[in-house]
């Protein structure tokens, strides 16, 4: 059973470089020390390199960005690479802070072997911008070391791998120094060269808890892998390494990740309506925008547009170091039915949502409204002006009469009898419960001037025009 490790060389460099537009060189620094960890190409073509001091950095490449190294970052940003990767194969273990690892045996067939997998893991790494490497082992262990050590074995081969394993450095073993300085008293120098002993002699020379672990690394004692389970969200972080003053300086890394929420959303084949923009601050309270659509959307262009909107109008608060894309809410895609002669399907609706939607992030979610039937059956009280920020889609009435699209706001005396009687009358009785009770008997008529009239006969006062049909 073949086994994929991907090895991330500077995913913290990667995942920074990719939220900022300016190609300026990046550094992450040691956790408690002045020296650096890792540098980007830009950085080291300066003389930049892993354990260059800060201030010696900082003269060799005045504008270099420096982030510090961030176990819980790190891991935050390793579990965002495994979203991505699942669509691809599903048993995936994380190792923190820099590689996955993926059962490639499960869906060798799916792909139709390794190499097609392999091309199509290197795109989406090509089009994320990260740089790792990809190798194959017989055990999980294996694959992991030969990854980490940068070798550059890729095959389906069960020789193969053995071969490419043998010739593994026991430096790079993961084994303690003791144990390593004994090893190589005795002239070992590679692994192949430590299976050649006697399986007694390993034994007699080696701790139990050194000798598990060569075993493992051979496949002759299991190691049971965890499988992660992605969350039933999609959360995406972008840092920037220097704090962001101005909103327009977010759109790039909002773009991206929206990108990705798209092909997330392509792959679940479903959408959204609403979305949540966090802004982390130093030293301050993180700022939270709501978006909100109209309607099911999982376009990247129209969300953008939407957070455009919304950051013009509300400033930022303080520079933004950290942005975050939360989506909890997902639904069901419905696939349009009207085609048009080529067959392509057209949604009539998405302009009117985009528009909606648009108006919504600019005016307020309660500036737009629409009207809604109300149960009363008094003319004046049968509807309402609610809010589109949540539109209830009640159930109408099977069967409805006849109402005029123009309804006066105060009913007109009837000043000229009518020429024609189309129907009626339709008797409304009713508001007794809240003092304003009405008694009217309601005919469509046409006047002698030739307009349709909705007229209906008080009890007592007499008739009036209460609307007028087009």
């Known amino acids: 059973m073949p086994w994929l490790y ?4 500077h995913l913290l460099l990667d995942h920074i470089a990719r939220a900022r537009e300016a190609s300026a060189p990046l550094a992450v620094l040691c956790q408690g020390s002045r020296r650096v960890l890792q540098a980007c190409p830009r950085a080291m073509a300066r003389g ?30 390793l579990e965002q690479q495994a979203h991505w990767l699942y669509r691809y194969m599903d048993r995936i273990t994380l190792y923190p802070p820099d ?19 392999r091309e199509a893991l290197q795109k989406a790494l090509g ?3 990260l740089h790792a490497t990809l190798t194959t082992g ?7 070391l030969l990854a980490r050590a940068g070798a550059d074995c890729f095959t389906e081969g069960t020789e193969e791998m053995a071969t490419n394993l043998a010739t593994l450095p026991l430096a790079a073993t993961e084994l303690e120094q003791r144990t390593l300085q004994r090893l190589t008293r005795l002239g070992l120098t590679t692994l192949g060269e430590l299976q050649q002993l006697p399986a007694a002699e390993l034994a007699r020379r080696l701790a139990p808890e050194t000798l598990v672990h060569i075993q493992r690394i051979l496949g002759q004692r299991p190691e049971p892998q965890t499988s992660w389970q992605p969350p039933h969200e999609f959360r995406q972080r972008a840092d920037f390494g220097l704090p962001v003053e101005k909103a327009q300086g977010l759109l790039f890394a909002l773009q991206r990740i929206l990108a990705d929420l798209e092909s997330d959303l392509q792959w679940r ?14 030293r301050q309270e993180p700022s939270h925008l709501q978006v909100r659509t109209t309607g099911p959307e999982h376009r990247a262009e129209a969300f953008l547009n939407l957070l455009r909107i919304r950051l013009e109008q509300h400033p930022l608060q303080a520079p933004v170091e950290t942005l975050e894309l939360r989506v909890t809410r997902f639904l069901h895609r419905h696939t349009a039915t009207s085609t048009d002669l080529l067959g392509e399907t057209r949604d009539t609706g998405e302009a009117w949502h985009t528009l909606v939607s648009r108006l919504q992030a600019r005016l307020g979610e309660q500036a737009l409204k629409h009207l809604a039937p109300a149960a009363d059956h008094r003319p004046e009280r049968a509807w309402s002006a609610c809010s589109l920020a949540r539109q209830q889609r009640e159930p109408m009435p099977e069967h409805l009469p006849l109402r005029p699209l123009w309804l006066l706001s105060q009913p007109a005396t009837l000043q000229v009898a009518p020429e024609e009687w189309l129907s009626g009358p339709e008797r409304i009785s009713g508001g007794w419960w809240d003092g304003e009770r009405v008694l009217r008997d309601y005919y469509i008529a046409r006047l002698p001037a030739g307009q349709l009239a909705w007229i209906y006969r008080h009890n007592q006062q007499g008739w009036f025009v209460h609307g007028w049909f087009g």
């Open 6 to 9: 991907l090895h991330f060389q």
């Open 48 to 77: 930049v390199q892993p354990g260059t001091a800060l201030k010696t950095a900082l003269n060799l490449a005045p504008e270099l960005v420096m982030v510090h190294a961030d176990d819980n970052r790190q891991a935050r940003i």
């Open 99 to 117: 590689g996955l690892l993926a059962d490639a045996g499960s869906v060798r067939r799916l792909y139709g072997g390794l190499q097609p997998l």
């Open 127 to 129: 089009e994320r911008q």
């Open 138 to 144: 017989t055990t999980p262990l294996a694959a992991r």
């Open 269 to 282: 084949q479903q959408d959204t309506d609403s979305l949540l923009l966090i802004l982390h601050h130093y």
